[in-house]
């Protein structure tokens, strides 16, 4: 086998793997504008904190093709959104930043442990950096731009937490980002991720089965150098 085949081989591979990573994503982006597009109120959170399961086919899209593939989709899924808001487009940048958060920290983890366990570990810790990473974007970034860009006042935000929780006073901007925000993306991560690992269970044997397939040839790389060699050698003794 000659050089020039074995790079064809290695080019043609490398082409149809992207192909598959961008056909996988189109994919996920739409899931998860649709299922975006379904957001629903949850008791004891007031009306403006919406809650929906688009986070799932993003963390489909990182287990599957890498860490960046699930940040493109939170990024295409919000993108596509912005005409569909009423928040000037402050809660599509809040929901990218720290959605791309929680599937960035999940994929990468997984991405080292590509197991039950590492499903477990990689959505565990990902819940985790999601409810602290929003606790910063709320109280230094939608908070303040609902209040600047909107005319929304913190005030009023904390008024509305308030009400909708008749179990807890809600007095500040602090109680409002620890009674209500934390409460909620800990929720929304803990359900997301019982949902992630029962769906992507029976789904990893269908990737993992597709991303060998298209990496086969990669893979025999070395097997195929070492064909070549030989063949040089005995071009040089004749």
């Known amino acids: 086998m000659s050089e ?3 790079e064809s081989q290695l080019s043609h591979s490398s082409r149809k793997q992207m192909i598959y990573k961008i056909t996988l994503t189109g994919i996920m982006t739409a899931l998860a504008e649709v299922l975006m597009l379904l957001e629903f109120p949850l ?3 007031p009306g403006f904190l919406k809650y929906d399961f688009s986070d799932i086919p993003a963390l489909f899209a990182g287990f599957a093709c890498g860490p960046v593939a699930g940040i493109v ?3 295409l899924k919000n993108l596509i959104h912005m005409p569909f808001t009423g928040t000037q487009y402050i809660g599509e940048a809040a929901n990218f930043i720290s959605g791309s958060i929680f599937v960035f920290v999940s994929a990468y983890i997984f991405s080292k442990s590509r197991n039950k366990k ?5 959505l565990a810790v990902g819940t985790v ?3 602290i990473a929003t606790r910063f974007v709320n109280y230094f970034f939608s908070l303040p731009l609902y209040e600047s860009v909107m005319g929304f006042p913190t005030a009023a935000v904390i008024g509305m937490c308030d009400t909708a929780n008749q179990f807890v006073s809600i007095k500040t901007k602090l109680d409002v980002i620890l009674m209500t925000f934390v409460p909620f993306n800990l929720f929304k991560g803990i359900s997301i991720s019982i949902m992630a690992f029962l769906c992507y269970l029976p789904l990893q044997l269908f990737f ?6 298209i990496e086969k040839a990669p893979e025999r790389a070395p097997e195929m150098m070492a064909e ?3 063949e040089k050698e005995l071009e040089k003794e004749f």
């Open 129 to 131: 950096a999601l409810t």
């Open 208 to 213: 993992e089965k597709k991303n060998k397939e």
């Open 43 to 45: 008791p004891l959170m």
């Open 73 to 75: 989709v939170e990024f």
């Open 228 to 230: 070549i060699e030989p």
């Open 118 to 122: 590492g499903v477990i570990l990689s």
């Open 4 to 6: 020039k085949t074995h």
